[in-house]
């Protein structure tokens, strides 16, 4: 945002960033997934009279901060750092903004659970606790282009625009009336002032795809791809652009106007470090870094934050998991996380392992069949236990399954003893029925089971033979265990229902086929 002839920027960065040694804030309580998600910015652009010393001064900068610790790592343009000391910790959103108008950008944490938000412009751990909406999504700005950022928070689908902090601990903020509708599925909002006119506009990211938000609704902007977005003005021209940090990489990727130049890339911090910007005003920069570290850490099934948000978007880049993007370590991600073992043929663990990151940067498919007159098909690697769903030629869904256990049982339903073995060949599905259902012979048979109430009952099954499936099942375990049909998991049958169709090619091979 433009905050034209102001004065005296730089001069309080004593205060609010040697306050190293203060008592540690730290919350408690996990944090919604959106939340997780937000940026904050500030942008000075145009440099105040002797301060042309100093480094970065016109452009904004970026900066880390660690939930682990509370630190705040803020780096200017000739990549020195500045950390600034604790203020708040896990499950805290931080934000940057010009609180009070002086050109520079201090921080703030939004407690989304409590409804809090905490300001820090000086040597005091807290300034400043304001309430504010609980359990949104906070977006910082300028939005009256009087030279004071505010926070904004989105819920419910709606942004209500909020133009003052207000003066004093504890004094409510004041509300737009009249707020801003936001895209279902967006999973951040930043502001900046993307047309240079002084006052900061808000985009709304989903699935990396930007849209900025209007009076008559959201307009489909540009394509950031991964990775939480930050915005400023890079380049001191006055107009604010799109940056995002990858926390899989430890990189921010900084962008110009959309459609010109490659972005800028800066190798900083580790994964589970949340991304600032902002104009930081004069620092000595004469800190370490932040420790560097590309991948991620070990994590396990219920654990919570930014790092299992990552491995959630890495995985579904990789068409690996459809569950939500939600920052929690689900059932959902822990069978993703089992498909990636099982198609980079390493241990089949459900958790989330210390050697995994370096795996997951060779990540590759193994080769396939070549199939040119059937670009949409289903590929079953029984060696693995995944099947890949092909849509135009191209791989959009890799499924963890469970195939036949190879033993002999009695069955209840067909009144003999059979061996549970999966039927291996070049098929077509031919009937599916929605739901829980009896596995029938042909595709005249109808009817509905209650679950488990029988060791043909299955939910929304998929034939493609007689007495096979594939098909919704509980469990699905990462060894050949069903009684000769394909299992998968009950989100997975139903993620499927656009992908698969009457008709659809299925192969189903142990080993890699020669074809094509």
């Not at 934050?305 to 569950?323: C, D, K, M, S, T």
């Not at 029938?440 to 099954?461: F, K, L, N, W």
Request: contains cysteine; charged residues 20%; negative net charge.
């Amino acid at each position: 945002m433009l905050r034209a002839g102001e004065q005296g920027r730089g001069s309080r960065y004593s205060d609010w960033v040697a306050h190293e040694r203060g008592s540690r804030l730290r919350w408690s309580g996990g944090a919604l997934a959106a939340a997780l998600l937000v940026v904050s910015f500030g942008v000075f652009p145009g440099a105040p009279a002797g301060a042309a010393e100093t480094p970065g001064a016109g452009v904004a900068s970026v900066g880390l901060f660690d939930p682990a610790t509370g630190h705040w790592y803020l780096r200017d343009d000739a990549g020195r750092t500045t950390r600034v000391g604790r203020f708040g910790g896990a499950g805290d959103v931080p934000l940057m903004g010009d609180w009070d108008g002086d050109g520079v950008d201090t921080p703030a944490v939004y407690r989304a659970a409590a409804g809090r938000l905490f300001i820090r412009n000086g040597r005091s751990p807290v300034s400043f606790v304001h309430p504010i909406l609980p359990g949104g999504v906070p977006v910082v700005g300028d939005f009256d282009g009087d030279g004071r950022d505010t926070v904004s928070v989105a819920k419910g689908g709606l942004l209500f625009i909020n133009d003052r902090l207000g003066t004093a601990p504890n004094e409510p903020l004041i509300l737009d009336p009249f707020p801003l509708s936001v895209p279902k599925g967006t999973e951040a909002l930043i502001g900046g002032d993307f047309d240079g006119d002084g006052a900061d506009e808000v985009a709304a990211v989903g699935q990396g795809m930007v849209e900025l938000l209007t009076a008559s609704g959201p307009v489909p902007w540009q394509y950031l791809g991964v990775g939480l977005p930050v915005a400023g003005d890079w380049d001191g021209d006055g107009v604010d652009t799109l940056g995002g940090y990858d926390m899989w990489r430890a990189q921010f990727r900084l962008f110009g106007t959309p459609g010109r130049g490659e972005p800028a890339v800066i190798d900083y911090g580790a994964a589970g470090m949340l991304p600032v910007a902002g104009y930081f005003g004069a620092l000595p920069g004469t800190d370490s870094p932040p420790r560097y570290g590309a991948g991620l850490p070990p994590m396990d099934l219920g654990e919570e934050g930014p790092q299992v948000l990552v491995l959630q978007q890495e995985l579904a880049r990789r068409h690996l998991y459809r569950g939500p993007l939600d920052g929690v370590f689900s059932d959902a991600t822990s069978h993703a996380v089992m498909a990636f073992h099982k198609v980079m043929e390493v241990e089949r663990t459900w958790v989330w392992e210390a050697t995994d990151s370096l795996v997951m940067a060779r990540f590759r498919l193994p080769p396939l069949p070549v199939r040119p007159d059937e670009p949409d098909r289903v590929e079953v690697d029984l060696g693995r236990q995944v099947a890949y769903v092909f849509r135009d030629g191209q791989v959009v869904e890799i499924v963890p399954v469970s195939s036949g256990g190879g033993y002999r049982y009695y069955s209840d339903f067909r009144e003999m003893h059979v061996w549970a073995v999966t039927p291996r060949g070049d098929f077509t599905l031919y009937r599916h029925v929605v739901g829980w259902d009896w596995v029938m012979r042909t595709e005249e048979d109808t009817g509905r089971c209650r679950p488990h109430s029988g060791d043909y009952c299955v939910y929304s099954p998929w034939n493609f033979a007689p007495w096979a499936a594939l098909h919704g099942y509980e469990p699905v375990p990462e060894y050949p265990v069903s009684h000769g049909c394909i299992r998968m998991t009950l989100w997975d049958a139903d993620a499927l229902e656009d992908d698969l169709f009457v008709g659809m090619p299925f192969h189903v091979w142990d080993e890699y086929p020669t074809v094509g």
